[in-house]
């Protein structure tokens, strides 16, 4: 199961989808550059690709590029965390006692449009440290999916389960332990890796407002400093962080949830 | 004591008396099974058929223990299971093979078979014990740890039908199991049932619209009038067992296939034409 099927990686890496893939970025970069050499409107007022990589040589041995990323990933992890331990419980409950879904559902659906960005103030004013109330706002992103996915993933569960669970003698804690939360698994996993890909889109947003290092933070810095070439650099290394940590959870949930694949 | 072979316990007889349901959806009442009685007795092999939608799972719902009645009672082995304004509870003394199928599919082959032991509190090693010597007395140990998801349908309704013998059951209650497979595989997977049967003469519940297979497998067959459900006629099907698929070709199967057939064409029809008027 762990061992590399070269031939099959093979066959996947030089691919049709791959080729496509690659000159569709190639098109796009050199139709970027090209538009900034010949002054286009928009894409001439953008920091060409040739500027932002010759930055990129710079910046990736200074220290403090790599402290941005890793003060983001400490706040999305905290954030993350937070979000799981206190929403797939809740989400579960609310899947399995109704009077725990009538009480919490109204509240969640309130609170669950308000965007994360409308938070930044309120929490600003409520927690103690900047690092608490942008961690809290993070929280705030990813909470709302995930508690809704363990919700309708458990909702969801075919009524034979639970009745054959219950023929073969099951008790309460049971179902819930063998069914209910195996079931469950693939749901919770979809809510994380939707719910890591929110909390990397509000980072940005908490760090502009309050904070002092992180990723989003060196974003708009650089605007306000001038410094567009390194706009698009915070802007790429914002996208490449969500996309490598969402590919960790899959990854994760496919190790969870072996079963899976095969449907 | 050898641990080779499953003892089997008896008993498992099933009385049905005037069992009438009425389901209660939005206001509006739908009778569906009424005044029902049937006696099923230890180790037979019982086949309920009936048309489509009459009210035959309606009534191994109530003996599984899945729902209430609305008068009448169930009993098993003089054990009062089912009566109107009683909370059914479901059991391992009868266990229920589903329709579609329902192997738990995060599990594999053996912990779907050990499932039921474990939960009833025996311990791991001799769940997993009687699983694998189960398994490999139906010749399903090669397979043990494998998922659901990589089994043919024939193969999951065989693994199905030994998570429910493990537990040793009084009555197996079968829903129509091998509905939707091809002829070949049905075919294959009655012989499978039938050597089990032979080998563990439990109480068998076994609900199909599919006349063929009634007279194959059952002992006693149970024809259903359309909804609401009774009992129109009870056939013996007294060919000797163990059966062989040849059977199918035999003089006095092709009677009792005819005689059957009328007697079910007769509620089709019925069903039919009550269909077109409830469209009308």
Same mark, same amino acid.
């Given at each position: 199961m762990a061992t590399i099927n070269w031939k099959k990686l093979r066959k996947a890496v030089f691919s049709k989808t791959v080729y496509r893939g690659t000159a569709s970025i190639a098109v796009l970069l050199a139709l970027w550059e090209l538009g900034r050499w010949l002054r286009m409107p928009i894409l001439g007022a953008a920091p060409a690709p040739s500027e932002v990589i010759f930055l990129l040589r710079e910046i990736v041995f200074a220290p403090d590029f790599w402290e941005n990323w890793s003060a983001s990933f400490k706040r999305v992890l905290t954030g993350f965390v937070a979000a799981q331990i206190i929403g797939i419980p809740l989400g579960l409950a609310m899947a399995i006692n109704r009077v725990a879904r009538d009480t919490a559902f109204p509240v969640l659906e309130i609170m669950r449009p308000i965007p994360p960005l409308a938070w930044v103030p309120a929490s600003i004013i409520f927690w103690p440290t900047t690092e608490s109330s942008i961690a809290f706002v993070i929280f705030l992103g990813a909470f709302f999916t995930v508690v809704l996915n363990v919700l309708g993933g458990a909702r969801d569960i075919d009524v034979r389960y639970l009745r054959a669970a219950r023929s073969?003698?099951?008790?309460?804690?049971?179902?819930?332990?063998?069914?209910?939360?195996?079931?469950?698994?693939?749901? +919770?996993?979809?809510?994380?890796?939707?719910?890591?890909?929110?909390?990397?889109?509000?980072?940005?947003?908490?760090?502009?407002?309050?904070?002092?290092?992180?990723?989003?933070?060196?974003?708009?810095?650089?605007?306000?400093?001038?410094?567009?070439?390194? +706009?698009? +650099?915070?802007? +790429?290394?914002?996208?490449?962080?969500?996309?490598?940590?969402?590919?960790?959870?899959?990854?994760?949930?496919?190790?969870?949830?072996?079963?899976?694949?095969?449907? | 004591?050898?641990?080779?072979?499953?003892?089997? /316990?008896?008993?498992?007889?099933?009385?049905?008396?005037?069992?009438?349901?009425?389901?209660?959806?939005?206001?509006? $009442?739908?009778?569906?099974v009424d005044n029902c009685s049937l006696d099923i007795a230890?180790?037979?092999?019982?086949?309920?058929?009936?048309?489509?939608?009459?009210?035959?799972?309606?009534? %191994? $719902?109530?003996?599984?223990?899945?729902?209430?009645?609305?008068?009448?009672?169930?009993?098993?082995?003089?054990?009062?299971?089912?009566?109107?304004? %009683?909370?059914?509870?479901?059991?391992?003394?009868?266990?229920?093979?589903?329709?579609?199928?329902? %192997?738990?599919?995060?599990?594999?082959? %053996?912990?779907?078979?050990?499932?039921?032991?474990e939960v009833q509190g025996r311990t791991k090693n001799e769940a997993k014990g009687a699983a694998m010597s189960l398994l490999s007395e139906f010749g399903l140990a090669d397979i043990a740890d494998h998922y659901p998801g990589e089994l043919s349908s024939g193969m999951r309704r065989r693994v199905e039908i030994a998570r429910a013998l493990i537990n040793d059951p009084r009555v197996l209650l079968l829903d129509e199991p091998f509905r939707a497979m091809d002829a070949l595989t049905k075919g294959v997977v009655h012989e499978f049932l039938l050597q089990a049967y032979d080998r563990v003469k439990k109480t068998v519940f076994f609900i199909t619209h599919d006349l063929e297979e009634a007279l194959f497998l059952g002992t006693k067959v149970v024809i259903m009038t359309t909804r609401p459900a009774k009992v129109k006629t009870v056939i013996n099907v007294?060919?000797?067992?163990?059966?062989?698929?040849?059977?199918?070709? /035999?003089?006095?199967?092709?009677?009792?296939?005819?005689?059957?057939?009328d007697a079910v064409h007769e509620e089709a029809a019925k069903a039919f034409a009550a269909g077109e008027r409830e469209l009308a």
């Open positions: 073969l003698g099951s008790r309460p804690q049971d179902i819930f332990f063998k069914i209910v939360l195996p079931a469950t698994l693939p749901s +919770i996993f979809t809510g994380m890796a939707v719910g890591m890909g929110i909390t990397w889109e509000v980072v940005v947003a908490a760090e502009m407002i309050a904070g002092k290092s992180g990723l989003g933070y060196l974003t708009w810095s650089s605007y306000v400093g001038g410094n567009y070439p390194l +706009i698009v +650099i915070g802007m +790429i290394s914002i996208g490449i962080a969500g996309y490598v940590s969402s590919s960790l959870i899959r990854l994760t949930g496919k190790l969870a949830a072996p079963w899976q694949r095969l449907f | 004591m050898a641990a080779e072979s499953q003892q089997y /316990s008896s008993g498992g007889a099933i009385s049905i008396r005037n069992v009438t349901k009425v389901y209660d959806p939005d206001g509006v $009442n739908v009778l569906a230890p180790g037979e092999f019982c086949v309920v058929v009936g048309p489509s939608g009459c009210g035959k799972t309606t009534l %191994l $719902n109530a003996i599984a223990g899945f729902h209430d009645i609305s008068s009448g009672e169930i009993h098993l082995d003089g054990k009062l299971l089912c009566r109107a304004g %009683l909370t059914p509870e479901p059991g391992a003394d009868r266990i229920v093979v589903f329709q579609n199928g329902a %192997l738990f599919p995060w599990y594999t082959v %053996l912990q779907n078979v050990t499932y039921g032991p007294d060919f000797p067992r163990p059966r062989s698929f040849r059977l199918r070709s /035999s003089q006095r199967y092709l009677e009792l296939k005819e005689m059957v057939f």
